[in-house]
């Protein structure tokens, strides 16, 4: 009987919990179906990955705290898992979607994924997180709208595109994987995509005299891009989450995994423009286009494709420099942005965090601090949760550079919950990294060119940084950012070079904490898919 009321008691407090966090918000459902199909998106026949049908797959919309509730059905012939690139997953790292955290979906299986945008706004897009799945397709775009009465320091345009840009490979995915597991970095990327499309191959319609919202996201591989529109400014208003200083830009530097919206006028005269994206820091630089095409337009687009710039670095520093912060502008709350003072609070440590590319056992791989990491048989999170030994050491990584031999390891950092940390990453190779930290956004406070020492605070934007989730770092520079560790779980730290990312240029950051109120975190899912040495263990029962 004592058992009986322990039980009942539980499961009490189970449905108090989750009806507080999730009470009167509303729910979406979304069902979809991955499979393989055709795609021609470089004019020769590939094997994509689809979802319901659709290269790039579908958009999410959804509101401030909306519930999403996305039931995946993989038909492909191979696990298959989804991650949410800037979603933060509150208290839920449960649902991140990547191997650390989530067991892959097997053939013929489903998952449903229950997630919600916990105090968030912003552009940001989903991608297939495992066995270089990203390099087929599976990626799409998610708008997340402000709650109505939330003032947005802009007025809403007459329409909202989303443009998913990036690098692209003619080869099928399976092949790179293969060129990968043999201990080879890839070739040059063949060609540049806007929304699944090739040169000319996608049309965004206007009408003259309004104004439009782009969110561009950077979903491709390998190359950061430049993105522009011909004889059009755009206006900033929004990174990742973040509403900015509405600065005017003829054309914006994206990296690697990062977002951005800007607002467009159709003030020019009536004809079709080029929509821009080309390469940066590459050789050849590759360019592909869209069409900017008016209503009331018979013209069609001709002549010479704007250029923009290619290789230089100052550039690109210097207007990464100038994306700030809106201080006076609401974000998901009513307060406003600035009232966060972000940096007028002392850092408990700081971790500095290198990335190397050594060649390891006659490989080719690339590392942290020293480390390259390896997937364990069974996702952290269920090991730890489990208490399953021997499948990863915390503290595996150091908080520092070192300078003997890389190694591999199931990299995980141990850190707790509530810290305020200072995490500065140096790149010493001739190539722009761009890291991004899943479960987080965090304030980008510097980057410059050389090594970074105690020194450089001295040139950090303590007032009026913009606050994101994926950033970038310049050839032989740094880049330092300040993060509130308010979420507990397994998150992900990881190139945004999505060879790096596979050959082992990432790791896991524990951020726990001995509490075990769902306040803290979210129990286990009742569905959550059990694999590797979690195999045959329960969950929950509600």
Known sequence: MREYRVLCSLIILVLFVVNEANADNP?????????????????????????????????????????????????LKEPFLISWNGLQQRR????????????????????????QAKDQIGSYFYFPSTAFHKAAGAF??????????????????????????????????????????????????????????????????????????????????????????????????????????????????????????????????????????????T????????????????????????????????????????????????????????SYHYGLIKTSRTIVLANSAPVINGKQRFAVNGVSFV?????LKLADYFKIPGVFNLNSIPTNPTWGNAYLQTSVMGSNFREYIEIVFQNWENT???????GYSFFVVGMDGGQWTPASRGRYNLRDTVARCTTQVYPKAWTAIYMALDNVGMWNVR???????????????RVYTSSTSFRDELPIPRNALLCGRASGRHTRPL
Request: a positive charge; one cysteine or more.
């Open 27 to 75: 729910y979406r459902f979304f069902t979809w179906k991955v499979t393989y199909g055709n795609i021609y998106p470089l004019g020769v026949r590939q094997q994509g990955i689809l979802i319901n049908g659709q290269f790039p797959g579908p958009q999410i919309d959804a509101v401030t705290n909306d519930n999403l509730i996305i039931n995946v059905y993989n038909y």
């Open 92 to 115: 839920n790292s449960w649902q991140d979607g990547v191997y650390g955290t989530t067991c892959a979906i097997p053939p013929m299986r489903n998952f449903t994924y229950t997630l």
């Open 140 to 281: 799409g775009g998610i708008r997340i709208w402000s709650r109505p009465g939330i003032p947005v320091p802009f007025p809403s345009p007459a329409g909202d595109f989303t443009v998913l840009a990036g690098d692209w490979y003619k080869t099928n995915h399976y092949i790179l994987r293969r060129v990968l597991d043999s201990g080879k970095n890839l070739p040059s990327p063949d060609g540049l995509l806007i929304n699944g499309r090739g040169w000319n191959g996608y049309t965004f319609n206007v009408d003259p005299g309004k104004t439009y919202r782009f969110r561009i996201s950077n979903v491709g591989i390998s190359a950061s891009i430049n993105f522009r529109i011909q004889g059009h400014s755009m206006k900033l208003v929004e990174v990742e989450g973040s509403h900015t200083l509405q600065n005017t830009y003829s054309s914006l530097d994206i990296h690697l995994g990062q977002s951005y919206s800007v607002l467009v006028t159709a003030n020019q005269p009536p004809k079709d423009y080029y929509v821009v994206v080309s390469s940066r820091f």
């Open 283 to 338: 050789s050849p630089i590759l360019t592909t286009t869209a069409v900017l095409h008016y209503s009331n337009s018979w013209q069609k687009v001709s002549g010479p494709v704007p250029g923009g710039p290619t290789t230089e670095i100052a550039w690109s520093l210097q207007q990464a420099r100038s994306i700030r912060w809106n201080l006076t502008a609401s974000g998901p709350r009513p307060n406003p942005q600035g």
């Open 375 to 379: 997937q364990a048989d069974t996702p």
């Open 432 to 438: 722009v990294q761009s890291w991004h930290i899943s």
């Open 495 to 509: 190139s945004e070079s999505w060879a790096r990312q596979y050959l082992g240029q990432q790791f896991y950051l």
